[in-house]
């Protein structure tokens, strides 16, 4: 056998342990949260929230269609994903154990993509694995109660394609998670941006039209279903208000703790609210800066890939952290902040920390904080929707964390760029001509 062969063979045999115990780890959690929730008679969100969807869908009602207190607000996959289960049985406990079991077998595709990234990225598969199933145990009941672990691995599985250079396969593949959740289109122009900084404007322009013509495929069913309600659920999102859990509602509730503000909490399209006028123009604005945050990133992503001469090394770095900080801004900027978001970045947060030439050590710490902190949030909910000071804080440290982790990974990306000299010498020059002027 050649030697390079065996050398192989040792590190994967020396990698199994953590391996396994990172698939134990998604499996146990799995069997608790069907226990918890089947077998144990208790009632889930996937039974309330999902249930109803699926079985409508399988008595013939087409998607989007006007349908009593019922309201359409998931893109289209995302429906057909909750009608598998139902295919099983409508029974909700039944329901409930099948939902589980589809979202446990994504989890447990999610964990071998990220160490098949992690070693086409030359990292340790052993790190990434870590800081897949522990940011996973972390919001584990958010994993199997709601949808968004497929997404989130669809992001990941459409970054090891890029990886290994079958770029229109990872855009369509972000189609097929776009249609799912909508922030996988972050991770398409992600993968866009070094195109159009190298000037390969032929690979652009296909991978763009590979992305948009999946999309649309996808979709057309749906949309020739019920053309004229197929955008409810986009308006759906945008004509709600400033979340609960949102970095904003948070710090305006900060405010509000200091006597400097005045909020209630109302529920409305399936979430807690603050409602009153400072967080209904909070809302009006957070969208524009939310489109402002996702803006700076994506500039700052094609300077560097302008400045870099796109080099394969250079992608192997950048592209995971800039998928990362993408998905981060969206998260931090906007005026809607479910607990779930927090699944969408345990895949990427493991690529990421086997991406970079030092491993991130503070953006990680800020990440597993944040995470560990979203853990409690089903039992705490009550003292964010009252007000509570302490609850209040809690919640404003969680967020805190995750904006953190967002400003340590742009600086990862930015390590050892001229760009960042770039912006060390203007904030140089600009302190010293304040200091010149007369006072």
């Not at 006028?277 to 994506?298: E, G, N, V």
């Amino acid at each position: 056998m050649p030697r390079r062969s065996v050398i192989a063979g040792c590190a994967a045999c020396r990698g199994m342990p953590i391996a396994i115990a990172g698939f134990a780890l998604v499996l146990i959690l799995m069997a608790c949260h069907i226990y918890w929730y089947a077998a144990g008679g208790g009632l889930g969100e996937v039974q309330t929230y999902y249930l109803p969807y699926g079985d409508a869908i399988l008595r013939g009602i087409a998607p989007y269609t006007p349908f009593g207190d019922l309201r359409w607000e998931y893109p289209p996959l995302g429906l057909a994903l909750m009608a598998l289960p139902a295919l099983a049985s409508t029974d909700p406990g039944a329901y409930q154990v099948a939902y589980s079991s589809m979202a446990g077998a994504a989890a447990l595709a999610g964990l071998a993509i990220v160490r098949m990234a992690a070693r086409r990225l030359g990292g340790d598969a052993d790190l990434a694995t870590g800081v897949y199933a522990l940011g996973l145990a972390s919001v584990w009941s958010f994993v199997f109660e709601r949808y968004d672990i497929f997404p989130a691995v669809l992001t990941a599985g459409a970054l090891l394609l890029y990886l290994k250079g079958r770029t229109d396969w990872a855009m369509a593949l972000l189609a097929v998670g776009t249609l799912l959740k909508l922030y996988p289109a972050l991770l398409a122009v992600a993968l866009l941006i070094p195109l159009l900084a190298g000037r390969e404007y032929r690979r652009l322009f296909r991978s763009a039209a590979v992305f948009a013509a999946s999309c649309a495929a996808i979709a057309a069913p749906f949309f020739l279903a019920q053309p004229e309600h197929f955008t409810t659920f986009i308006s759906y999102h945008s004509d709600r208000g400033l979340q609960l859990e949102s970095l904003a509602a948070s710090a305006l509730l900060m405010a509000e703790m200091a006597g400097l503000a005045s909020t209630q909490t109302g529920m409305s399209y399936g979430s807690f609210n603050l409602e009153g006028a400072a967080p209904d123009m909070i809302a009006s604005l957070l969208m524009p800066a939310t489109a402002i945050a996702i803006s700076a990133c994506c500039l700052m992503f094609f300077l560097m890939a302008r400045e870099e001469g796109c080099s394969a090394e250079f992608l192997k770095r950048a592209v995971p952290a800039a998928a990362f900080l993408l998905v981060l801004a969206f998260i931090v900027f906007n005026k809607v902040f479910s607990a779930q978001y927090m699944v969408w970045l345990v895949p990427l947060a493991a690529v990421f920390a086997v991406s970079q030439e030092k491993i991130p050590a503070r953006a990680l710490i800020c990440f597993g904080c944040a995470c560990l902190m979203t853990l409690p949030f089903s039992t705490i909910y009550d003292g964010f929707c009252a007000h509570d000071p302490a609850a209040v804080a809690y919640l404003f440290l969680r967020n805190a964390f995750v904006a953190l982790t967002m400003v340590e990974t742009a600086r990862c990306m930015m390590r050892g760029s001229s760009l960042r000299r770039l912006l060390r010498e203007a904030s140089g020059l600009l302190h010293r001509s304040r200091a010149a002027e007369p006072r």
